[in-house]
């Protein structure tokens, strides 16, 4: 009767542990060493401990689990302050970084990790100190880099220095660190492709900012589409945005004052996409009947446009989600992990491309 009582009180609070430590009568670093599964801890008392967590019904915090010492059970991942602030701001919509946090963070809830998110200026000239700071107040197991730091050598140099495990998102070049990305030369190619298939010749690009690897990895899958149907290259057809809704709107009035202008538009992302829609609605052209546009990223809001967007679709969660599982594996000891992962893209094909039926 009185152990019943005693079950009853404790389940009546948050069991800790300190109550899982005290009912085996073994040390705090113990229990969290069978936690853990680390190393020396006697059968037995590792029999004990299990069935101190199993009676109290404990579920083991982050904290008890990096007492261990060997693991902090965290994953940081570092995204562009500047962009991901304007983008906030300006209320452009976030949902790169929606989608990123989503799959990075149930990946770690699968296996009990937690991702830290933090923001760092890429063209900060104390950028190294700024991650340094981070990881010092953190001490992740590893670290996610997102474009344009997933190719920015001062912060990729300062990892590989601290023999810090990394995930590259959205990079393809060559050196440390897992590098997860899908095909975007393809995936341009592919979108430019549709898009000749529809009958057009005067296809316009809107690139991205120079700063991300993969802006010119979609700029040359343009330029290979269009060359492969006897196109010539026409510097007149290639608008250089930044990704902001502005540059779009720049580019696309730059399109639209040409003697020929393009009848088609490929946008490097989906705010300069709607960028160039608005542009064109402001000038009486009919989507896709005068224009026909293919955005990058597919983020919700180019299915709710007039008329919803034709967007490849670019895996922004699956390829955080790689990231943090690849980093966690590496953690395990794991030592026949891909360098490089390219995942698949997809071509949604919608309204701004195909005529709605009346």
Same mark, same amino acid.
């Given at each position: ?20 430590? *005290? ?42 689990? !990096? ?13 562009? !302050? ?44 104390? /950028? ?32 590989? $220095? ?28 592919? *979108? ?20 991300? /690897? ?9 330029? *290979? ?7 010539? $290259? ?13 540059? #779009? ?40 009947? $005068? ?26 969660? *699956? ?5 943090? $599982? ?22 949604? /094909?919608? #309204? ?7």
């Amino acid at each position: 009767m009185v152990k019943l009582e005693q079950a009853a009180s404790t389940a009546a609070r948050k069991v800790t542990i300190k109550h899982v430590a *005290a009912e085996a009568g073994v040390s705090l670093q113990t229990v969290s060493r069978v936690i853990n599964n680390g190393p020396n801890v006697r059968p037995e008392v590792r029999e004990r401990v299990n069935a101190a967590v199993a009676r109290l019904g404990y579920v083991p915090s982050l904290a008890a689990q !990096r007492m261990g010492g060997s693991r902090s059970y965290l994953l940081l991942a570092l995204n562009d !302050r500047d962009r991901t602030i304007e983008g906030w701001r300006s209320g452009e919509g976030t949902d790169w970084v929606d989608q990123m946090l989503l799959g990075g963070m149930l990946k770690c809830a699968e296996a009990g990790y937690r991702m830290i998110f933090e923001l760092v200026d890429t063209h900060s000239a104390h /950028v190294e100190r700024e991650v340094k700071a981070a990881i010092a107040a953190l001490h992740p197991d590893g670290v996610i880099l997102t474009p344009p730091h997933s190719d920015n050598p001062l912060i990729t140099g300062l990892l590989v $220095d601290l023999g810090l495990p990394f995930a590259r998102i959205g990079s393809t070049a060559t050196g440390a660190g897992f590098s997860i990305a899908m095909d975007d030369y393809a995936a341009a190619e592919t *979108a430019t492709n549709h898009l000749l298939d529809l009958g057009h010749r005067r296809i316009g690009f809107i690139s991205g900012s120079p700063e991300y /690897v993969l802006s010119g990895a979609r700029l040359q899958g343009y330029r *290979a589409a269009m060359a492969g149907r006897g196109l010539p $290259d026409d510097a007149d057809l290639v608008g250089h945005g930044d990704f902001t809704f502005a540059s #779009g709107e720049a580019a696309m009035e730059t399109f639209c004052r040409l003697a020929h202008p393009p009848t088609a538009i490929v946008a490097s992302n989906d705010q300069m996409a709607l960028a160039a829609l608005r542009v064109a609605g402001r000038r009486g052209l009919a989507v896709p009947h $005068d224009l026909a546009i293919i955005s990058f990223d597919d983020t919700p809001i180019v299915r709710f446009s007039n008329p919803p967007l034709t967007a490849v679709v670019q895996p922004i969660a *699956a390829m955080a989600s790689a990231a943090a $599982d690849l980093l966690i594996r590496a953690k395990s000891g794991q030592d026949d992990l891909p360098q490089a992962s390219t995942l698949p893209f997809q071509l949604a /094909v919608r #309204g701004s491309t195909v005529a709605t039926s009346d």
